[in-house]
């Protein structure tokens, strides 16, 4: 699923991420809700909302949209959890959700197991390199963070953001993705609002 999404971003501009300026990013993921979005478009979405989510961040959860039907698969610990999961995948093109993560109260111990191993939800090596794109990744679907010009520099697993932010809210939500990143042990928040 991540992987899918950083092809997606290529073709709508991670080329101008990686260079620091993220409004072209912006507008193609926060395109008006009138226009008609495909499956792939409303699929990306919901991984987003289910990946920088507090609650759900560390769980492995994947979505399939057809036809207006997204499709959750995965474990999560609690029902509140499963719940959660649901309202987060009810957007825009969305009819109907069928919710067929199954609850497993044990699934907190594997999350730690795998964190504790340095591995992300795909079983790969996390690394620096992984963590700045991932909270890249993060930052282009953030209304909170559209406009912002934001850099990001890992190093031993140590975030640093530099650049600029519209609002107090978007340098605290910044912050809090960058934080909520598997592998991540400590962010330097530099960020100055414009």
Known sequence: MFRKTLVTLGLFGAVTIASGSM???FAQTTAPAKAQMTSDAIQDRIDHR??????LHKYSLHVKVAGGVATLTGDVATAAQKAEAEHLAKVDGITRVDNQIKIDPDEDKTVADRIKNG???TGEKITDAWITTKVKWFFVGEDALKDSDINVDTKDGV???KGTVKSAAGKARAEALAK???GVKRVVDQLTIK
Request: aromatic residues 0%.
């Open 180 to 182: 909520n990143t598997d």
């Open 119 to 121: 591995l992300n939800k």
């Open 159 to 161: 975030v640093t953001l």
């Open 50 to 55: 289910l990946e920088s989510s507090a609650t």
């Open 23 to 25: 409004s072209a990013a």
